[in-house]
């Protein structure tokens, strides 16, 4: 019954983890693109607004590939295959960042 138990939520976390590598092949893929591609536009010559929504939309997916990554460290971390490190870090500009890309 225990050995069940056990065959049971280690099938279970191995699932999670097939799961959690093909969905960041999957989502890292398309960001790279999108993130290729607005950083082309960005070079062309664009009319002000239209600059704008483009670096929103650099932004915004420099963002996301920047969740996927955590959500993929986390993954790692959860395996015990993390080495952490310690990394400067700028509150500030954190938090400016983050208020800009939602106001703006």
Known sequence: MLAASRDQALAGVNAKNEFLVSMNYEMRMPMNTIIGRAEL?????????????????GQSSVALM??????????????????????????RLFVERAVHA???
């Open 66 to 91: 920047g969740l996927i990554n955590r959500i993929w460290d986390f993954s790692k971390a959860d395996a015990k295959e993390m080495e952490f490190q310690r990394v400067p870090f700028d509150l």
């Open 102 to 104: 939602v106001v703006a």
């Open 41 to 57: 536009l960005a070079e062309a010559s664009l009319p002000d607004e239209l600059r704008a929504h483009v670096e929103r939309l």
